[in-house]
């Protein structure tokens, strides 16, 4: 049975840091691209980061966001640095890319439950 669990959201003002943990079981995630996307109040999920052979980041993200992966705890992080209120949402890691878009949650077989990051203004 596959599980992804997230954590490290919270509370943080404007410019302020935070580093969001995915950590898997039941399948192995250097196998796989694994993304991180995001849903903001009313609107659909975006696709923020993504790690596989390669590394990939939506443009509102680039050079403020790290996304890496420790293959020894079967965890991926997101390193979220200079966060503005427009990056407040609920924060998913997906895994078990199964081809198509990377941008598309359709892409992905599993998820985790969500994790909350709000940022202050």
């Known amino acids: 049975q596959v599980q992804l669990v997230e954590s490290g959201g919270g509370l943080v003002q404007t410019g302020g840091s935070l580093r969001l943990s995915c950590a898997a079981s039941?399948?192995?995630?250097?196998?796989?691209?694994t993304g991180w996307f995001r849903r903001a109040p009313g609107k659909e999920r975006e696709f923020v980061a993504g790690i596989g052979s390669v590394i990939y980041y939506v443009g509102s993200v680039r050079g403020r966001f790290t996304i890496s992966r420790d293959n020894a705890k079967n965890t991926v992080y997101l390193q979220m640095n200079s966060l503005k209120p427009e990056d407040t949402a609920v924060y998913y890691c997906?895994?078990?890319?199964?081809?198509?878009?990377?941008?598309?949650?359709?892409?992905?077989?599993?998820w985790g439950q969500g994790t909350q990051v709000t940022v202050s203004s």
């Open positions: 039941g399948l192995i995630l250097s196998s796989y691209l």
């Open positions: 997906a895994t078990g890319y199964v081809g198509g878009a990377r941008e598309r949650p359709e892409s992905y077989g599993y």
